[in-house]
Antibody, heavy 120, light 107 residues
Framework: QVQLVQSGAEVKRPGASVKISCKAS????????MHWVRQAPGQGLEWMGL????????IYAQKFQGRVTMTWDTSTSTVYMDLSSLTSEDTAVYFC?????????????WGQGTLVSVSS | DIQMTQSPSSLSASVGDRVTITCRAS??????LAWYQQKPRKAPKLLLY???RLESGVPSRFSGGGSGTDYILTISSLQPEDFATYYC?????????FGGGTKVEIK
């Protein structure tokens, strides 16, 4: 069964950056895109972007362009999401989610979520 | 960007009720629509994709339909474990976008 294990909760000051990891297992890491989705407290789901672990190509939502960087490490089957210039609006739970099928854009497997709190 | 509008935003229903949630896209999405269920403090769970295809392991009381811009999720007989928030999501084009959610509460 596919497993996605994310790094732990973070508390950051406004203006700082955060880097969250998502370690994948029990499937071929390079065969599926990985997405990042966030959810602010009491709010809905927001797609941030994706990375193709086969080569590292990325697509970011326009809203996060210039602030987000998604990277990968094939040797550890881990993807990373780095978000900079944090504000209180970035307080949210961040999920990694794997495509159901290669390039499908539907999310079958999810990480457990990482809470990022931004506060002065 | 394709905007996804769900309705209602919340509803109250009883066990055994038939529940329908609608999702409208701002442009045609060619059945590239998924539905998710989310319970508090949990990650979402994929219920259906391609508008009407049931994900493996999902009970058959969940069904989906629609075409073009308008889609529906139906729960034929609401069960206690179905009280949750439901989201639609289009994957016709990036940015991938979600509806605002429908919270199904116990009447």
């Amino acid at each position: 069964q596919v497993q996605l294990v994310q790094s732990g909760a973070e508390v950051k000051r406004p203006g700082a950056s955060v880097k969250i990891s998502c370690k994948a297992s029990k499937y071929t890491f390079t065969s599926y895109y990985m997405h990042w989705v966030r959810q602010a407290p009491g709010q809905g789901l927001e797609w941030m972007g994706l990375i193709n672990p086969s080569g590292g190509s990325t697509i970011y939502a326009q809203k996060f362009q210039g602030r987000v960087t998604m990277t990968w490490d094939t040797s550890t089957s881990t993807v990373y999401m780095d978000l900079s210039s944090l504000t209180s609006e970035d307080t949210a739970v961040y999920f990694c989610a794997r495509d159901r099928d290669y390039g499908s854009g539907t999310f079958l497997s999810w990480g457990q979520g990482t809470l990022v709190s931004v506060s002065s | 960007d394709i905007q996804m509008t769900q309705s209602p935003s919340s509803l109250s229903a009883s066990v055994g009720d038939r529940v329908t949630i609608t999702c409208r896209a701002s442009q045609g999405i060619r059945n590239s629509l998924a539905w998710y269920q989310q319970k508090p403090r949990k990650a979402p769970k994929l219920l259906l994709y391609a508008a009407s295809r049931l994900e493996s392991g999902v009970p058959s009381r969940f069904s989906g339909g629609g075409s073009g811009t308008d889609y529906i999720l139906t729960i034929s007989s609401l069960q206690p474990e179905d009280f949750a928030t439901y989201y639609c999501q289009q994957y016709s084009s990036t940015p991938l976008t979600f509806g605002g959610g429908t919270k199904v509460e116990i009447k």
